[in-house]
């Protein structure tokens, strides 16, 4: 049973946006937490940033003004528009969900526990 489903990788010179899309099943879309999540060539998975079920986001470091997490609940989509790209954005993109922890999201893809199967962005120099 397919829960989540990312679309919009591709790739992009260096300079230019994407916007990636998670469809999320109803239920899964009720999780306090979803967000995107990134894995890059050799490296480990990494949180890019999350949106709570209230609206409250948060964004790692290399992200925070240059992405732009949102979710439109009447679609059940969470989105990523991914602007100004760099090649070291470079990685396959997850969407996933989770039931936060205290009453927050975090980063750290450990507190996530349903996953999509990834689109994959590169960005060329």
């Known amino acids: 049973q397919v829960q989540l489903v990312e679309s919009g990788g591709g790739s992009v010179q260096a300079g230019g946006s994407l916007r990636l899309s998670c469809v999320v099943s109803?239920?899964?879309?009720?999780?306090?937490?979803i967000g995107w999540f990134r894995q890059g060539p050799e490296k480990e998975r990494e949180g890019v940033a999350v949106?709570?079920?209230?609206?409250?986001?948060s964004y790692a470091d290399p992200a925070q003004g240059r992405f732009t997490i949102s979710r439109d609940n009447a679609k059940s989509t969470l989105y990523l528009q991914m602007n100004s790209l760099k090649p070291e954005d470079t990685a396959m993109y997850y969407c996933?969900?989770?039931?936060?922890?205290?009453?927050?999201?975090?980063?750290?893809?450990?507190?996530?526990?349903?996953w999509g199967q990834g689109t994959r962005v590169t960005v060329s120099s």
């Open positions: 109803f239920y899964i879309y009720r999780s306090d937490c």
């Open positions: 996933a969900a989770g039931p936060g922890i205290g009453g927050r999201c975090y980063l750290h893809p450990r507190w996530y526990n349903t």
């Open positions: 949106i709570a079920s209230d609206g409250r986001t």
